[in-house]
């Protein structure tokens, strides 16, 4: 095969390899901008509330022992039901928009009266005055207003500071056992009667937060509905809803949990068996929902990158179909400098889209690579008519990875579509050149 067509394509080889380095630097420039955005976004979180987690409620009723000794007896609802409306607003960091939300939460349910007093034998004296109701909140920071914590349709009092034998980090309230159904029914250490009835509460709590929130389910039986005005919502956790719409206005999510599985104990003593509740064992059992931002330019900026070796090789093996077809002679310099033109576009799709979003900034971006790289080719094409080909070939390629960029779930199937057609539009091109004297009459 002759000497100089080897050279040639050794020597574009070898520049597709050198181009690495450039867009190796951008997609680390990609990565440190993603990252500097996901620390303005943790900082703004932290200050506006954080992703919360809502838990509970749990009955705490303290006892003393035979030995004098105070524990702690705990019970989980019977029925919860959760509801929630999140308000979602915008904050910016420099140059970074924060997604944060002010939501209204409302837990309201049924315990049933515990027989756990009757088989604990060890039970000396039984504190009602001290009993509470726990609910765990992951930052309490994000509690904004005056929360209300309804047992029995009246209103308790909220502790504040460090409540010993607490089960969960959050608020807790006193409750009123001594005049109520379920004390009555607990002073007799009897099970229920017919005539004793499961109390009910109500907890209001006014929370804000960033990202997501999410709900654990503690009850024997447990329902969850939230609603925004968000419209991109991402439902994450251990249950996914068992219904849900999501339209421009909006969305609304219900679910439904029952604990079946035991995964939590019904009731248990604060200094043996379960002496708390694990952490991570609430955090498998939470579910909820992230607001999630529509348009993550750094993402599609970082998927963009890896395809600018297909771009630039595509490119380069027009030019090269050029040198064999139409025994034009294009320079090693020349394909150095288009392969920087088409560099640039991932560097100036970057800055511009932090600021003008992803779709402006490609189609800016795309416009002045395109027109720089077609103006460069009249100079040492065969003609306008073949620059102008090359820069219809350019728009066909930008649209095409665009659209890949937009379809993600289909960018596989499409991405290995379209170089199957590149392939077979070169392999029909050049059917009949005689490869073994393509560059006979040229020099590299």
């Known amino acids: 095969m002759n000497s100089l067509f080897l050279k040639k394509t050794g020597i574009i080889a070898m520049l597709i390899v050198v181009l690495f380095v ?53 019970f989980m609802p019977e029925a919860l039901e959760a509801a929630g409306e999140l308000a979602p607003e915008k904050r910016r960091r420099g140059i970074y928009e924060v997604v944060v939300y002010k939501s209204a939460i409302t837990l309201k349910g049924t315990f049933a009266v515990p027989a756990f007093f009757e088989s604990e034998p060890a039970v000396a ?20 207003g005056k929360a209300r914590f309804l ?22 309230a006193s409750v009123l056992l001594e005049n109520s159904t379920l004390g009555r029914a607990l002073h007799a250490q009897g099970s229920a009667g017919d005539g004793v009835l499961p109390f009910s509460f109500e907890i209001y709590l006014p929370l804000q937060g960033a990202g997501r929130l999410n709900v654990t389910p503690v009850g024997n039986t447990n329902t969850a509905d939230l609603r925004s005005s968000w419209a991109h919502p991402g439902f994450q956790g251990r249950y ?29 003593v604060s200094d043996r068996g379960h002496s708390d509740i694990s952490p991570k064992t609430l955090e498998r059992l939470a579910f909820g929902v992230r607001l999630v931002q529509p348009v993550d330019f750094y993402t599609k900026s ?40 088409l560099s640039l576009f991932y560097l100036l799709l970057l800055s511009l889209s932090e600021h003008l979003g992803f779709f402006c900034a490609y189609l800016i971006a795309g416009a002045a690579s395109i027109s720089s790289i077609g103006f460069y080719c009249a100079g040492f094409l065969s003609g306008p008519k073949d ?36 392939l077979v539009a070169v392999m029909v091109i050049t059917r009949k050149v005689d490869w073994y004297a393509s560059f006979s009459d040229l020099n590299v």
């Open 22 to 74: 450039p867009l190796a630097a951008i997609k680390s420039l990609v990565t440190e901008r993603k990252t500097r955005g996901m620390e303005a976004a943790r900082e703004v979180s932290e200050t506006w509330g954080g992703e919360q987690t809502v838990t509970g409620p749990v009955l705490t009723i303290p006892f003393v022992d035979e030995a004098n000794a105070t524990r702690y007896a705990h």
């Open 125 to 144: 004296r039984v504190l009602w005055d001290q009993a509470f109701l726990s609910t765990g909140i992951s930052q309490l920071q994000g509690v904004q």
């Open 151 to 172: 047992w029995q349709d009246e209103t308790c009092r909220i502790r504040h500071g460090k409540t010993p034998g607490a089960p969960l980090h959050g608020l807790h």
């Open 240 to 268: 996914f809803p068992t219904s849900r719409d999501i339209s421009k206005e909006g969305f609304s999510a219900h679910w439904d949990v029952s604990n079946y599985n035991g995964i939590l104990p019904r009731s248990w």
């Open 302 to 341: 970082e998927r963009s990158v890896k395809y600018a070796l297909v771009i630039i090789t595509l490119t380069f093996l027009t030019f090269f179909i050029f040198e064999v077809v139409k025994k034009c002679r294009i320079h090693p310099m020349q394909y150095v400098l288009v392969g920087i033109s």
């Open 387 to 422: 620059s102008a080909l090359v820069s219809m070939l350019l728009l066909v390629l930008f649209g095409a990875f665009f659209v890949i960029l937009q379809l993600e779930n289909l960018s596989l199937v499409l991405g290995s579509a379209g170089l199957f057609l590149v």
